[in-house]
């Protein structure tokens, strides 16, 4: 189920507290911005008792004669619906030499999860089997991928509804919780000619021509503390009620790991620009103190995920569309100016509504082509597309819900209605008929072919893929590619959830 307007009120209800000054419209922009963890109640005291310092100001490096200007794009909280695009000076960016690098014998992670764990609003017991939680299902996914560098994870477990203000009649009690990338780099792999969005967690573990300034978390996880979990560490039998929380946590953590897409509802986040719900588009790279002055510079590639979706009727590429929307060029214009251009462009509007029209044609409209076949995984993936509904953090980014949950693919339906009750090792052995699932993770055959697509080294490679950077995404190709470090942009994105029931 899509996020309720209540829960969107909340997402921007929450901005303000959670994000960065950078983030937050109407506020100071700075040259690079990461989310830091949100402090327990008892350390909120004492910095308030604290006098405030003023930091000492570092001299930034000069950029470098015709050097280029590097952009990722930073998310500040997984309930946020707002991000960053961060430039980072040429003189703070290397290029690898570009000799292949021996990629056998690769070591382990020694943590291969590390959680920045904040608890709030329940018992210290309940934080505790969280904490455990969470731990637990790092695990679950480091049996099933070959992860070498630590993803650093910030993990919140709190009350949604306490957030809203909402004490009584709250209807945010049926998300169980919301995760993101907390960074993307626009990269492609040798031999693919399009650029598109790699995750963070993903592109440390690659070989890449550049060096990269990371941000100092990969994946941003909120946990709904009003939801009836249920924790391993309890060490009692599971309700007829409860949801299994590693089963949840391991269902967030993948998407922060890529299973995410850019298709977005112009009219859901760009709220107030436009009343046109009929389309769908990546967003777009804008500079400015709010979303009426923001001036865009270019789209947004499609996520690394998009790059597989195709048309279930037809297996047209849904990558053809994205490249007619993206012929439209008008650029270095306010965002209001820029929308309503779009919408009366011709081609690229009509490519944009045939998306929408494809996701909302019915139930498995579309779907995720592997690109390399896994024992027992299907030729092709059925995503979540509903008949005349577009659902944000629901459609597309999920497997289709009919399909799958009761597979060894289960993990990533949108919805848990008929999970629950059921402990994650429950689950695993009524959907793999007690043979568990390959190498004792958490992935069944047809989501180990879709990560793998993407670029997630297995536990079996014996190499991994290598990508190339683009520096200035934000910069048309036409563009020169020498930019001033100091460009931002305030943009908005949904992140996904998971539900008690869709509708």
């Not at 100016?337 to 909302?360: D, K, L, M, R």
């Given at each position: ?74 998310r500040h909280s997984a309930l946020s ?258 929308i309503s251009g779009f919408q009366a ?159």
């Amino acid at each position: 189920m899509a996020p309720s307007a209540q829960l969107l009120a909340l997402v921007l209800s929450l901005a303000a507290t959670l994000l960065p000054a950078a983030a937050v419209p109407g506020a100071q922009a700075v040259a690079v911005a990461a989310p830091q963890p949100q402090p327990q109640p008892q350390q909120q005291q004492q910095q308030q008792q604290q006098p405030q310092q003023q930091p000492q100001q570092q001299p930034q490096p000069a950029p470098l004669a015709n050097s280029l200007t590097f952009a990722r794009v930073d998310r500040h909280s997984a309930l946020s619906n707002e991000h960053t695009v961060v430039s980072v000076p040429g003189s703070r960016l290397t290029l690898l030499n570009r000799v292949k690098a021996a990629t056998t014998n690769r070591e382990a992670a020694a943590r291969p999860f590390q959680f920045t764990f904040s608890c709030s609003d329940v018992p210290q017991d309940v934080c505790n089997n969280a904490r455990a939680g969470f731990e637990r299902a790092g695990q679950l996914i480091a049996s099933s991928l070959q992860i070498t560098a630590t993803i650093n994870v910030q993990a919140v477990f709190r009350s949604f509804c306490n957030a809203a203000g909402k004490t009584k009649n709250c209807d945010l009690s049926n998300t169980l919780g919301q995760a993101a990338s907390a960074s993307y780099f626009a990269a492609r792999a040798d031999g693919v000619s399009d650029f598109s969005f790699y995750p963070q967690s993903l592109v440390k573990q690659l070989r890449r021509d550049f060096t990269l300034e990371f941000n100092a978390f990969d994946i941003l996880a909120e946990f709904n503390a009003d939801y009836s979990f249920y924790f391993r560490s309890s060490n009692r039998p599971i309700r007829p009620t409860e949801t299994d929380f590693e089963f949840v946590v391991c269902h967030e953590l993948t998407h922060g790991l890529g299973f995410d897409t850019a298709w977005t509802s112009y009219f859901s986040v760009y709220q107030g620009l436009t009343q046109d719900s009929t389309y769908l588009a990546p967003l777009v790279y804008a500079r400015g103190p709010n979303l009426q002055n923001a001036v865009v510079t270019n789209i947004e590639p499609l996520n690394i995920f998009d790059m597989f979706v195709q048309r279930t009727a037809n297996a047209k590429p849904l990558l053809e569309n994205y490249k007619a929307i993206a012929s439209y060029r008008k650029v270095n214009v306010p965002l209001p100016q820029y929308i309503s251009g779009f919408q009366a462009s011709g081609a690229p509007y009509a490519a944009a509504q045939e998306v929408f029209n494809t996701v909302t044609a019915g139930p498995r409209a579309i779907n995720f082509k592997p690109k390399t076949a896994y024992p027992n995984a299907p030729a092709s993936v059925f995503l979540q597309t509903r008949k005349d509904i577009f659902q944000p953090g629901s459609s597309i980014a999920h497997m289709d819900y009919e399909t799958y949950w009761t597979t060894p693919d289960f993990l990533m339906v949108p919805a848990v209605q008929n999970l629950t009750g059921m402990t994650l090792d429950d689950i695993i052995k009524q959907n793999t008929r007690n043979a568990g699932l390959p190498g004792g993770g958490i992935y069944g055959p047809s989501m180990i072919a879709l990560l793998s697509s993407l670029g997630w080294p297995l536990p079996s490679d014996t190499s991994v893929a290598r990508i190339s950077i683009n520096p200035a995404p934000e910069v048309p190709k036409s563009s020169s590619l020498t930019r001033s470090p100091s460009a931002i942009a305030t943009v908005v994105l949904a992140a996904c959830s998971l539900v008690i029931a869709y509708m």
